[in-house]
């Protein structure tokens, strides 16, 4: 099975700051991987899927790159609403397998 | 509007059955395979289980394979799962997604408000 690897796993950052999460997987998957972002108590939302596509609604200071086995969210100006946790996907192979997480804090 | 709403969720004890509901409106449940995914407390995201838009290739996480079984009635617009032998383990809440395919791969783009799973004794 493929293995996801998120860093770091939690982060603080003030509103205004640039915000890049890292996430790896332990084999080529090309570009099948997504992004979710999920909220306190809430069910996490798709931002970006085949690494770098911008789900309908996101807004578009969210962007996502890479291929293979290393992949980036970026948040360009971090907005109070996007204080939660963001995970990865890769899609590749079954089972379609997350990372751990990364917390975005205050 | 596009929605599913799980229920089911409940305290049980180590050893026995529970079985989850998912039921979509606002869309076309028969053109979307299925997942459920689980969430343990303070934990990450853990995938749990697939089926396809025709009720077809189910496919399980190790963790439950040969304990869960996924299902849907797409008369009913309803996705099910029936979970046996539960463990301490799988305390969670269970949250089912859609699979919607964009750029020729699988999303999950549409979750449910999830259930939540306490076992036990």
């Known amino acids: 099975d493929i293995e996801m690897t998120q860093s770091p796993s939690s982060l603080s950052a003030s509103v205004g700051d640039r915000v890049t999460i890292t996430c790896r997987a332990s084999?080529?998957?090309?570009?099948?991987l997504n992004w979710y972002q999920q909220k306190e108590g809430k069910a996490p939302r798709l931002l970006i899927y085949v690494a770098s596509s911008l789900e309908s609604g996101v807004p578009p200071r969210f962007s996502g790159s890479g291929s293979g086995t290393d992949f980036t969210l970026t948040i360009s100006s971090l907005q109070p609403e996007d204080f939660a946790t963001y995970y990865c996907q890769q899609t590749y192979s079954a089972p379609p397998a997350f990372g751990g997480g990364t917390k975005v804090e205050i | 509007q596009e929605q599913m709403v799980e229920s089911g969720g409940a305290v049980v004890q180590p050893g026995k059955s529970l079985r989850l509901s998912c039921e979509a409106s606002g869309f076309i449940f028969s053109g979307h395979g299925m997942h459920w995914v689980r969430q343990a407390p303070g934990a990450g995201l853990e995938w749990v289980a697939l089926?396809?838009?025709?009720?077809?290739?189910?496919d399980y996480a190790d963790s439950v394979k040969g304990r869960f079984t996924i299902s849907r009635d797409n008369t009913k617009n309803t996705l099910y799962l029936q979970m046996n032998f539960l463990r301490a383990e799988d305390t969670a809440v269970y949250y089912c997604?859609?699979?919607?395919?964009?750029?020729?791969?699988?999303?999950?783009?549409?979750w449910g408000q999830g259930t939540l799973v306490t076992v036990s004794s």
């Open positions: 084999q080529s998957i090309s570009r099948y």
């Open positions: 089926i396809w838009f025709d009720g077809t290739k189910p």
């Open positions: 997604a859609r699979d919607t395919w964009r750029d020729g791969h699988t999303t999950f783009d549409k």
